[in-house]
């Protein structure tokens, strides 16, 4: 009696971790059929430890531009993108894929140096073309926001860099640089902006709210080998209460981020994007 139980036990042990091993083998599987569609698509894969973005405390003057070399000893984190399926019209199938992003703050200020493959250049807004752009949502509380364009109590402030204000702000410079060199330039109309970048308010869709003063987010971009290189920088302290982001050293909050590609007749809520991620920004500390 006391010898059937002692034979079968190794036995009812080991049918047991082969059961017990079958879902761990399936999942596995899943896994690695799943990374192998990311990859097909040309999508990176994204660990749970990467998806904190830092902005990396640096003392001196901050890259203005995207050509400055402190952009390099910055490290990359690369986001996946998504097409907007939320509301109407569904944008599914964008062409951007993945965007990098970068981040530096010396205590006055922070910088971000976005980065996407777009094999066109779309700067210019005539009938029937649309403009290439990239935007930077931040939510205006402590909570976040819905991630595309915020909701009622619950508002995102967003940075949203064209294109098309990109050009016109270097062609004027052209422009003028031109006219300090030969003494005579060519007439052309070219809009003024203090900026490439539009200071938004959203509270949900269809309520975008272009802010009263514009300036404060600052751009500067350029387009190489078919891959735009966008910064956007803005002060620290913030100089309105409720309708600009708070950015405080130290403290951990969230990011989103929007890619439209003018080629791809994008515009509007037709766009790629990455929803909220973390965003530590160094503290203060004596380098």
Same mark, same amino acid.
């Given at each position: ?67 400055? @070399? $402190? ?13 907007? !399926? &939320?509301? *109407?019209? =569904? ?52 909570a976040p926001a819905f991630f595309c364009m915020g909701q009622l ?19 004027? @410079? $052209?422009?003028t640089s031109e006219k300090a060199k030969d003494g005579v330039r060519?007439?052309? !109309? &070219?809009? *003024?902006? =203090? ?47 409720e309708n600009e982001a708070k950015l405080i050293p130290g403290r ?36």
């Amino acid at each position: 009696m006391w010898l059937a139980p002692v034979t079968r036990g190794p036995c009812m042990v080991r049918t047991t971790t082969k059961m017990a091993s079958r879902p761990l083998l399936l999942l596995f599987l899943f896994i690695l059929v799943t990374a192998g569609l990311f990859v097909g698509f040309d999508v990176p894969l994204v660990s749970s430890e990467g998806m904190m973005i830092r902005a990396r405390l640096v003392e001196g003057e901050l890259p203005a531009g995207p050509e400055d @070399a $402190a952009w390099a000893k910055v490290a990359p984190m690369t986001l996946p993108l998504s097409g907007q !399926v &939320i509301t *109407r019209p =569904v944008w599914p199938e964008p062409t951007a894929r993945a965007l990098t992003v970068r981040s530096l703050h010396n205590g006055t200020e922070i910088a971000f140096l976005l980065e996407w493959q777009d094999n066109t250049k779309n700067d210019r807004l005539t009938p029937g073309t649309f403009r290439d752009g990239v935007a930077i949502g931040l939510p205006l509380g402590d909570a976040p926001a819905f991630f595309c364009m915020g909701q009622l109590d619950h508002y995102i402030n967003i940075w949203h860099w064209k294109a098309d204000w990109q050009s016109d702000i270097d062609r004027r @410079a $052209a422009k003028t640089s031109e006219k300090a060199k030969d003494g005579v330039r060519t007439f052309e !109309v &070219i809009p *003024r902006r =203090v900026s490439s970048v539009e200071d938004l308010i959203g509270g949900g869709f269809s309520t975008l709210t272009t802010k009263e003063k514009q300036g404060r987010v600052q751009g500067k971009a350029t387009w190489k080998d078919g891959v735009w290189h966008v910064v956007m920088r803005r002060p620290l302290v913030s100089e309105e209460q409720e309708n600009e982001a708070k950015l405080i050293p130290g403290r951990v909050q969230t990011v989103s981020f929007a890619v439209w590609n003018g080629e791809n007749k994008e515009r509007n809520g037709q766009k790629a994007v990455a929803p909220w991620f973390q965003l530590v920004i160094d503290p203060i500390v004596k380098l």
